[in-house]
Structure formats: structure tokens, C-alpha cells
């Protein structure tokens, strides 16, 4: 009985802090402590700082500064809208138009960025003013935009995915493998449905690109080299067992930093305004971190997530089952949370029954990243609704009824996912690695 | 509770929950004579804000040119020992030094949906969280000095093969005593490496917690007094 007692007061007071708008970092803090005074009588305090300071002085995190660095040096220089500029003629050949470059830009942008914001403003910005001169319906841009820019969060290099593996103790680079193929398949996905639209609703169908000639078309390709070898090299030197996770994170940043001065966008003041962003988006993750690591602790102390593992082990639940209950659980909670904060804040009490299920944690990795993405663009809290609201000027309810039929095809993902684990597994099980 | 026993005669956490907490309803009844008080203040605060934002992010240039440094000693051969430690401790450096900075540029997450409702809710909500924020990062703060004075007295060392210089921690030892025990200080001092003592990287952590509940006490107040949050966030453009 004392769990059930336990877990009605660590939601009682999550909820309080949470809700009272209390910064989610400080609040698990306050969360932590109020489960170690009354469950424990360990000095909570020194306990709360040992913790801490383990996990925020730890080698792994430090991929996670560099990676966000590296997003924000394409972000603030030309490189990003180069990288749009060599998209944008090859996607005139398929049914549906330049509405793949949504897709397209999206994809590779999330190649050389971790998350899905950064994605969504990069691609957005310039392919919204360009497709809707072109006479696309609103709703598709929109739509396909807010679901595309999840992708972010699952072509590597993923922040989501390094929080888990730092929460978890999981190699962060077989995390990034195994997220390689279910992005793709995604993306392959979202294509699809826009090409279903293509043929299926006539009447909205925008007038065909005029042709360009073939020079120019290469031309303009030639637009893509300079990203397109800085992910390559990125992603190859991690996969091909190179280097470490952090270590391709240095490289990342290096590479953008010689790109960008190479084409003379590196100013100061884009170097020092990429550098002071990635400090506090690193800092807030950090301090989300800390809060959760202090969680943990206090559950831990409390014997919570072993008494829950039970629970579920008790309930017979097959993992198919377990699966489809943390589906729905993850959905709800990502209603009203971040991706991030969801993630750091249920591992302590889901690692312990995943493992005990036999579910392996990396694809577990993966799956958790698509039904959070899911949970981006469904409202009432919607980082991609939020950011798309600030970009368009449409009601938030407008652009989350035109991301519906995105959130159709994630959640099908999940049924691949399900279906076919090789998708996440194979890649990381099969390449060389270190760590 | 020995941690919080008094301080000038007064037990700890007067110093450190009543008085602030006291002021902030000070700062909500008279508004103007707050805001002389505090006016001096805050421009030195803004200052200091900013420098801890700068210093973070040179820890964070640091990480990587350490780590670039890593990988080509690697290709050559050499090796570098304790590499990864110090990239560890930069990386508490980066964190704890900016959790202030990213406070007030708006940067860190909370759920907003109840802040947005009303302006009711947007003052008095805030009022709370911020105060129910300042007392856990206060809380956080006093532990973090705590941990990092008794790291020097149990003098624990790296558990990695990283190594400072001795000079460095005599430097920075010089700071906490009289200015009339340093001859003797630096002549007990030698020249040679010894593995870091875990209190040097610490004191990123008791700088920079301190730095953020004082941070969440003064937004506190100033939203008290300005009728108004001064948290800009820069939504991305």
C-alpha cells in the first residue's frame, strides 16, 4: 500500500509544481525532495548534490553542447539555405511537387541538427514563402511541415535520443545507428501521403514547375556539396567507428565553423550569437537533467519503479501490450509536456519494466522518439504547433487539425516499428563501433 | 539539523528563505522605495549575469578545442591522460555557470498553459512559481556549497588520471584565506602535478547554483515591483 500511497504523492506534487508553471528542472528538484523526506530518512540534501555533480560532470554529455553548437552555426550562417536552394530542383519530377522539399529539407536538415525546432525554422522559413507563391493549399504546406520537422528529433544527430542514452547508460551512437532507418522510412512515409494527395484531390493541384535547363539544374546542386559532405563526414566518422559520439560532435562543429567562413558568413556576431544560443539551450537541458537525476535517486530510495516493474510483470502484460499501454501513456503526457522533460522524468520508473519485459532498450530508444515526436504536434502542447503558430500567424487549432493526418502516419510507424524491430535493431547490431 | 545551524545568531535558513521571502512582500507593498533599493543592484547584477553567460560559453569553446586536441593526439600516438575527465568537468562548468543567464533569457521550459489565460494568472501564478522556485534553487545552492567545502576537508581526489598543476590550487586556495598566511601558503606550495582535488571543478557548481537562486529571487522581485516579468525569452525568428 505504501506504493500506491508513494506514487499518488510524487504525481500530487509533480502536477502542483508542473502546473504552477514552476521551471521544470527545479521542479523535479522539488519533487525529489518532497519523495526523500517523507520516504526516506536519508540526508537528502548531500545525497541530491553527489548525484548531481556525477551526472552533470559526466564524458557523455558532452556530445550534446557541440551538437547543438553545430545546429546553431548552419542555422544563424547561409549554409542552411544553401542546403534548400540544391533540394529544391530535383523535387519537381515527383507527383506532389515542391512539397517534397518540405519533406526533403527537412530530413537532411535533421541530419546536421538535433532537434526538431531548429528544423522546422530552418526549413519553414524558406520554403513557406516559396510554395505558397506557388499556389500549394495552405493546409498541405502546413501540414506536412509540422510532421516532417519531428524528423529532427529521430535522424541522428537526435538531442532526445542522447538525453536517453545519458539517462539510461546506453551507447549514445548505437542509439543515433538505430535511428537511421526508422527516419527514413518516415520520411518515406510523409512522401507518400503527398503523393496520395497528388492524385486523389485534382482541384487543388498547383501549376507544374516550368523545367530548368539541365546545367542550371546542376548548377544549383552544387549548393548542397558543402552540408551534404559536412553530415557525411559527421555521421560517417561515428559510424564507421572513427569516433565517439562527442568526438564527431567536435568535428561537426569544426566542419560548420571552416564551411561558413569559407563562404564568408561567419561574422562575429553570427559566431557569438550561435555560440551564447548553444549555451543555454545546453544549460536548460542541463538543469532538466539535474532535476531528473535527483527523481531518480528519490524513487529509486523509495523502491517505486521496482515495485511498479512488478506490478506490470504481475499484470501478465505481454510486451505487445506494454507496449500499446506506454504508447497511450507517452501520447497523454506528451500533450502537455516537452519531449525532453517526458523522457528524463518516466526513465527512472520505465527503464525497470522495459528490462524486465525483454524489450531491447535501444529500440525502445526508437520507438520512444516517434511517439514523442507524435506528442510535438498534437496540442495542447505542441513545441512544432508553437513554433508554426510564431511563423504563420495561424491559430494553433488550424495547424494542428492540418498535422492530423501526420499524426495518422507516425502513429502507423509505431505499428512498423512493432511489426518489423529490425528496422532500429539492425544497423546498430551489425556495424563496428567504439566507444 | 546540523546544516542549517545558526549563522550571526541567526539559524541558517532565516538568512536564506525568511529574510528573501520577507523582502519579496516588502517589494509587493512599496513598490518605489523597492525599486531604489534595488536599482544599484540590478545594474550590477545584469552585469554579472551576463559575464557567468560569457564564461560558460568559454568553457564550452574549451570542450572543444580539448576535444579536437583529444582525437589528434590519438592519430599521433600520444597519449593524453585524463582527457575525458576535464572534458567532464568543462562540462559541469558550461552547465552551472549559464543557469543563470539562460534564466533570464527566457530559455528554460515551463509549462505555460495556466501562465496564458489570464492576466490574473499570468501575475500571481508566476508570483508563486518563481517563489516556489527561488526556495528549491536556494535549497540546491546551500547543498552545493556545502558538498563542495566538504570535498576540501575530506580532500577527495579524481577517481580519473587527471592532473592540475599545484600552483593552480594554491592560486585558488589563496582566495579563501588571510591575505597574511599566502608567504606561507606558497612556500609549502610546489610545482609539481597532483591529481585534481574534486573541490577545484566545484566551485563551478557553488558559483553557479548560487548564482541561479539569486537569479529566480530577483526575478522574483523585480516581477513584484515592475508588475511585470522582465524574463525575455527570444522566440526563434
Known amino acids: ?435 | 539539523m546540523r546544516d542549517w545551524q545558526p549563522f550571526l545568531g541567526l539559524y541558517l535558513w532565516v538568512w536564506l528563505f525568511l529574510f528573501p521571502g520577507a523582502f519579496a512582500f516588502y517589494c509587493l507593498f512599496y513598490r518605489n522605495s523597492a525599486r531604489r533599493i534595488l536599482l544599484p543592484i540590478w545594474r550590477i547584477l545584469d552585469r554579472v549575469y551576463q559575464i557567468s553567460g560569457v564564461i560558460a560559453a568559454g568553457f564550452l569553446v574549451m570542450i572543444l578545442v580539448l576535444i579536437v586536441g583529444q582525437m589528434t593526439t590519438r592519430w599521433s600516438n600520444v597519449v593524453f591522460p585524463g582527457g575525458t575527465e576535464l572534458a567532464g568537468y568543462m562540462m559541469a562548468c558550461t552547465s552551472f555557470f549559464a543557469l543563470a543567464y539562460t534564466l533570464n533569457h527566457g530559455a528554460h521550459i515551463r509549462v505555460s498553459v495556466f501562465l496564458n489565460m489570464n492576466a490574473f494568472l499570468r501575475f500571481w501564478l508566476d508570483a508563486f512559481a518563481m517563489l516556489i522556485a527561488a526556495i528549491i534553487a536556494t535549497y540546491f545552492a546551500r547543498y552545493a556549497v556545502k558538498t563542495n567545502f566538504m570535498s576540501e576537508i575530506l580532500n577527495d581526489r579524481t577517481q580519473g588520471l587527471d592532473k592540475v598543476p599545484e600552483w593552480l590550487l594554491t592560486f585558488v586556495t589563496m582566495f579563501g584565506t588571510w591575505p597574511w598566511d599566502w608567504s606561507e601558503l606558497w612556500a609549502q606550495s610546489g610545482s609539481e602535478m597532483v591529481f585534481t582535488p574534486i573541490w577545484l571543478p566545484q566551485i563551478a557548481m557553488s558559483i553557479g547554483t548560487v548564482l541561479l537562486a539569486i537569479a529566480v529571487w530577483d526575478n522574483l522581485f523585480r516581477l513584484l515591483i515592475n508588475q511585470k516579468t522582465s524574463i525575455k525569452s527570444e522566440t526563434v525568428e
Open chain 1, 1 to 435: 500500500m505504501t506504493e500506491i500511497y508513494a506514487i499518488l504523492v510524487f504525481l500530487f506534487v509533480l502536477f502542483l509544481l508542473l502546473g504552477s508553471s514552476v521551471w521544470v528542472g527545479l521542479a523535479l528538484m522539488g519533487v525529489a525532495w518532497v519523495g526523500m523526506e517523507m520516504f526516506t530518512n536519508r540526508p537528502a540534501g548531500d545525497a541530491m548534490i553527489t548525484t548531481i555533480w556525477t551526472g552533470a560532470s559526466s564524458w557523455t554529455l558532452t556530445a550534446l553542447p557541440l551538437f547543438i553548437w553545430m545546429g546553431e552555426i548552419l542555422f544563424r550562417t547561409r549554409l542552411s539555405q544553401d542546403l534548400f536552394r540544391g533540394l529544391a530542383p530535383w523535387m519537381r519530377f515527383l507527383p506532389g511537387g515542391l512539397l517534397h522539399t518540405n519533406i526533403a529539407g527537412c530530413t537532411i536538415f535533421a541530419a546536421v541538427s538535433g532537434s526538431s525546432a531548429a528544423t522546422l525554422n530552418m526549413v519553414g522559413k524558406m520554403s513557406i514563402p516559396e510554395l505558397r507563391s506557388r499556389g500549394y493549399p495552405e493546409h498541405m504546406i502546413i501540414g506536412t511541415l509540422a510532421g516532417a520537422a519531428t524528423l529532427g528529433l529521430m535522424i541522428p544527430p537526435s538531442l532526445t535520443l542522447i538525453v536517453y542514452g545519458v539517462t539510461i547508460n546506453e551507447s549514445i551512437t548505437k542509439l543515433f545507428m538505430a535511428g537511421v532507418f526508422p527516419g527514413l522510412v518516415l520520411a518515406g512515409l510523409f512522401m507518400s501521403y503527398i503523393i496520395f494527395w497528388h492524385f486523389f484531390t485534382k482541384g487543388e493541384r498547383p501549376e507544374p514547375e516550368p523545367s530548368m535547363p539541365f546545367g542550371k539544374m546542376m548548377a544549383e546542386s552544387l549548393f548542397l556539396l558543402p552540408v551534404m559532405g559536412l553530415v557525411f563526414v559527421v555521421i560517417g566518422s561515428m559510424y564507421l567507428g572513427y569516433a565517439t559520439a562527442t568526438e564527431a560532435a567536435a568535428v561537426g562543429v569544426v566542419g560548420a565553423l571552416v564551411l561558413s567562413a569559407g563562404q564568408r558568413s561567419l561574422t562575429w556576431e553570427t559566431f557569438s550569437k550561435s555560440l551564447m544560443g548553444a549555451t543555454r539551450t545546453s544549460a536548460m537541458i542541463a538543469l532538466i537533467l539535474m532535476g531528473a537525476a535527483f527523481l531518480s535517486l528519490s524513487m529509486g530510495f523509495t523502491g517505486l519503479p521496482r515495485a511498479m516493474a512488478e506490478l506490470i510483470e504481475s499484470y501478465n502484460l505481454s510486451p505487445i501490450g506494454l507496449i500499446a499501454v506506454l504508447t497511450i501513456f507517452y501520447l497523454i503526457l506528451g500533450m502537455f509536456m516537452d519531449g525532453l522533460s517526458s523522457v528524463v522524468l518516466t526513465m527512472a520508473i520505465v527503464e525497470p519494466m522495459i528490462r524486465q519485459a525483454g524489450i531491447d532498450v535501444i529500440w525502445f530508444g526508437i520507438f520512444l522518439v516517434v511517439v514523442i515526436e507524435t506528442a510535438q504536434v498534437t496540442p495542447p502542447i505542441g513545441f512544432n504547433l508553437f513554433v508554426l503558430q510564431g511563423m504563420t500567424n495561424h491559430e494553433i487549432g488550424y495547424i494542428a487539425k492540418t498535422a492530423i493526418p501526420m499524426v495518422g502516419l507516425m502513429l502507423l510507424m509505431v505499428v512498423i516499428l512493432v511489426v518489423f524491430p529490425e528496422l532500429a535493431t539492425w544497423l546498430p547490431d551489425n556495424i563496428r563501433q567504439r566507444n
